[in-house]
């Protein structure tokens, strides 16, 4: 389980969360929505130590993350896998070494399992024939795909997703959000998933929370965001320009 | 660009030492913890070490040349005909104890810690830094340590190959060019020549490895701003480390003995 409590991160003079509190039970999808740059990636990277709040608890599974060590925060850290905005891949290595980057160093499988393991985390994203691509060698969706690879490879308990269908296709971005289903049915994976894709919120949220001006304005299901009564929700749902979201 | 008060500078100042200092302290935290990356320090050796040789053999080959052009003039000016002899043991202090350390250090720099500062801070604004932290791996026991450790090694390997250059060059110009007397020019090289001189570039050149390797790791990880960022960071390395090297190189030729010899 996350929870997130009352968690504040200026950068200089602009504030980006303002009292962010959030609670992800084990085995739920979380989609955070909000505009771009309404902080849904500083709150991701705070999940996963990469940012450190200026106040606030963040609790994995009862453990206070915020003020832990570098190698407390980096055993913590193996809870978790990313999947970036930009996939960030290691350009200096071939897509199957890039899967298997984490496997041969914190798992104890032995070389045919990581083999194998790589092997099955390519092709569960659909990537079989790229193993020995290198990374400038894919476009912009292969990338993405390998970049999930890279990161379910580990067999995570929990998934960070950061815009998971940007820059594809809607029809692979279709078999993205099939895929993090999936991972959440067959491995019981809790997944926190930012993007500002309505459709696929709908498709792969158990619960919805909208992120704006820094701070969580609602949190419901699916059909109670779609029926909320907040013209912010109304207006980022529906993707109108009119209405009370006017800093864009 | 506004100018900063002398105080907002000196502020500055001391956060970059500060944060440059945090780095190294980190750096020498993780030096023999595990996983320990091998394959990482063994390239880096190579980029360092091997790669490095054409550029340190020009540098000293002609450092060598021209000082033992100006020191075989000198002697011939200033002492008259036949002293030229005595440039010997002068050119192997000079090159051992001073020229060659500086030389292959600021070549160095220039080559591998810019090229250090441009891999990280892509890595940076790529957010590979974050992956790798994403995968549970330590940033600086991945990228850091490795690349200090092999600066550390590399840099006196160079300093020595470069000293075997830039001595042999000062012997040819003196005797095979110039025909300075060859057994004298040698006796006398032997003479005054002590292994603490060599010794003293190869101590320095340690510490120019890790101020290399440092400077361009902690650029790297600061790098923002996409492109422009990484050249920026580049550029600082060379600066910063550079100008560290002139610094240094002073203060600790003044701290080490200028000989083991009693007296």
């Known amino acids: 389980m996350i929870r997130i409590i009352d968690l504040h991160k200026s950068f200089g003079p602009k504030v980006v969360l303002r009292g962010v509190s959030l609670t992800i039970e084990k085995g739920e ?42 190698d407390e925060l980096l055993r913590v850290t193996r809870k978790f896998g990313l999947l970036f905005q930009g996939a960030a891949l290691f350009d200096s290595m071939t897509v199957a070494e890039n899967v298997r980057f984490g496997l041969e160093r914190y798992t104890r499988l032995s070389e045919e399992e990581v083999r194998k393991r790589v ?24 990338k993405k795909r390998a970049g999930l690879a890279r990161a379910i490879a580990y067999r995570p308990e929990i998934m960070l997703y950061d815009e998971p269908s940007t820059g594809i296709d809607p029809i692979r971005a279709d078999a993205i959000n099939d895929l993090i289903k999936k991972l959440k049915n067959d491995l019981g994976i809790t997944s926190v998933v930012i993007t500002h894709d309505m459709v696929s919120s709908y498709k792969i949220a158990d619960r919805i929370a909208m992120l704006y001006d820094g701070e969580i304005i609602e949190v419901g299901t699916p059909e109670e965001i779609r029926n909320s009564k907040s013209a912010f929700i109304q207006q980022f749902i529906h993707g109108q320009a009119e209405g009370p979201i006017k800093d864009w | 660009m506004a100018s900063l008060s002398p105080n907002a500078l000196l502020l500055g100042a001391f956060e970059q030492l500060g944060a440059v200092g945090w780095l190294f302290f980190k750096t020498m935290k993780n030096l023999f913890r595990r996983p320990r ?63 060659i350390p500086i030389l292959v250090g600021l070549m160095i ?29 330590n940033p600086i026991r991945y990228l850091v340590v490795p690349r200090t450790l092999a600066a550390f090694f590399m840099l006196p390997c ?21 025909g300075v007397n060859r057994v004298m020019y040698v006796q006398n090289t032997l003479m005054y020549l002590e292994i603490w001189d060599v010794a003293t570039g190869l101590i320095k050149s340690c510490v120019f490895g890790v101020v290399i390797a440092i400077v361009g790791c902690w650029q790297g990880m600061e790098t923002e701003g996409g492109a422009e ?12 480390s550079s100008i560290s090297i002139l610094i240094l190189n002073f203060f600790i030729s003044k701290l080490l003995p200028a000989t083991l010899k009693g007296g």
């Open chain 2, 37 to 99: 990356e091998h394959q990482i320090l063994l390239q880096q050796l190579e980029e360092i070490g091997v790669r490095s040789l054409p550029v340190v053999s020009l540098t000293a080959a002609f450092g060598g040349l021209v000082f033992g052009f100006q020191t075989y003039t000198g002697f011939h000016r200033y002492i008259g005909p036949g002293s030229e002899a005595f440039a010997g043991p002068i050119i192997t202090l000079g090159l051992a104890k001073e020229l």
């Open chain 2, 229 to 240: 960022g990484v050249g920026r960071a580049t550029t600082r390395t060379v600066v910063i």
């Open chain 2, 158 to 178: 160079l300093v020595l190959y470069g000293d075997i250059i830039g001595i042999l060059c000062g012997y040819f110009y003196n005797v095979v060019l110039m």
């Open chain 2, 109 to 137: 720099s220039g080559r591998v810690g810019s090229s250090m500062a441009a891999e990280i801070g892509t890595m940076k604004i790529t957010e590979q830094i974050d992956a790798l932290h994403s995968l549970g791996a």
């Open chain 1, 29 to 70: 999808t979380m989609v955070v929505i909000g505009q771009s740059g309404s902080g849904k990636s500083v709150l991701i990277k705070h999940l996963i130590g990469l940012l450190k709040p200026d106040s606030g608890e963040i609790y994995i599974d009862d453990v206070e993350i915020t003020r832990l060590d570098d």
């Open chain 1, 119 to 142: 092997s099955e985390s390519l092709a569960l994203v659909g990537l079989n024939d790229a193993e020995c691509l290198m990374p400038f060698e894919l476009s912009g969706g292969m």
